[in-house]
């Protein structure tokens, strides 16, 4: 069966949502058209040259990448630089390019849930969760119609709250209306004020899904005229956000700890902060650059911070108060092509997919 690119895009963007990309990145589909057959697919953290070339050689029209290719503006295509190179290699021979980055790194079942389940972790959680997300969508329902509207807006996504599903609050109260020459109410006659016990339906959903909550209420609610208010929350979104935390079953010293992350990411060399002899049972940790993220990490107790590209002077701002672990950028990003192999054999298992044999790392140890 055929399957063409935005299918691919549909199922990864349900995955992890562009809206929730920083405002610096650059995620998407930078080459292909989306109604483009796809041959198969190939997975990688970068996308290069070298990448582009073994999509040609394993009959892959399709790129799926974390880090995009193209991150700032490109105002030529000379082939004067690796960026310009691989476009033009890509759209020569017809190879689409998605880009899916700090979208997948902010979604729960992103880039960091796949770091603490390599590490072992337990109970994990979001370490920075963020604000603005979230939306509450208050409804007027007659009775009759109560359980129905519910289930229509809980298939749509709404009512989750962290661990929950299918939450609402629910009041009774009484309703008035009257509509004019023109109307069909579904209760009542035009022309004359009607009263209706009604039922007030309260529920969040995540801004994203907001379309899709306000299409399934307007399917569902029998009224001609639908009320309804909606409500941008302050609240912190539990499942989005930045870096992550979770617990050992058991602590373990900081050199066993060392060892673990070392061996875990095929670590070529650690960059870590002195030993202290804490037991190490509280972990935060980042995929990429998460310097940001330090003051969140000691914030929240963690007995060690693991992420990478720390600057020499920012190694001091710990102040001894965790064991902080900068395994590399590469190394802390690497099984983010696992993530999007998950993801596609699961919606597609027939199709040909593909783990990039590519070694991206800049980076060289000596």
């Known amino acids: 069966m055929d399957t ?63 880090h995009p290719i193209v991150f700032g503006g490109l105002k030529q295509l000379t082939g004067a630089n690796y960026v310009q190179r691989t476009i033009i290699k890509a759209i020569q021979n017809n190879i689409a390019i998605y880009a899916c980055h700090t979208n997948l790194d902010n979604v729960f079942q992103g880039v960091n849930a796949k770091i603490g389940d390599k590490l072992g972790l337990q109970e994990l959680r979001i370490l920075a969760p963020k604000n603005g997300l979230l939306q509450k969508l208050v409804t007027f329902v007659p009775n009759s119609h109560h359980l129905a509207v519910l289930d229509a807006l809980f298939a749509s996504g709404s009512g989750c709250i962290g661990n929950y599903d299918s939450c609402s609050f629910n009041v009774e109260g009484t309703g008035t209306f009257r509509g004019n020459a023109q109307s069909k109410p579904f209760i009542g006659e035009p022309g004359k004020r009607s009263e209706e016990k009604e039922i007030r339906i309260e529920v969040l959903f995540e801004t994203v899904h907001r379309h899709k909550v306000l299409r399934a209420l307007r399917e569902a609610h029998p009224y001609e005229e639908v009320a309804y208010d909606l409500y941008p929350l302050a609240n912190a979104h539990p499942l989005v956000g930045s870096g992550m935390m979770g617990n050992f079953k058991e602590a373990m010293d900081e050199v066993d700890f060392l060892n673990l992350v070392k061996s875990t990411f095929h670590a070529g060399i650690l960059r870590h902060t002195a030993l202290s002899g804490r037991k190490i049972s509280k972990v935060a940790f980042c995929g990429g650059s998460g310097s940001f993220l330090l003051k969140d990490a000691i914030r929240a107790g963690a007995d060690a911070y693991v992420t990478s590209d720390f600057k020499y002077h920012e190694f001091f701002d710990t102040e001894g108060k965790l064991l902080l672990i900068d395994t590399g950028h590469f190394e802390s990003e690497q099984f983010t092509p696992e993530i999007f192999y998950e993801c596609i054999q699961k919606n597609f298992p027939t199709f040909a997919i593909h783990l990039s044999k590519t070694n991206t790392n800049p980076i060289n140890y000596f």
């Open 4 to 66: 063409q690119l935005h299918q691919f895009i549909k199922v990864l963007e349900e995955l992890a949502p562009p809206a929730y990309q920083e405002s610096y990145d650059n995620s998407g589909l930078l080459t292909g058209s989306p109604n483009m057959l796809c041959t198969g697919v190939l997975l990688s953290l970068d996308c290069t040259e070298t990448v582009v070339e073994e999509a040609i050689a394993k009959k892959c029209n399709l790129i799926v990448a974390h």
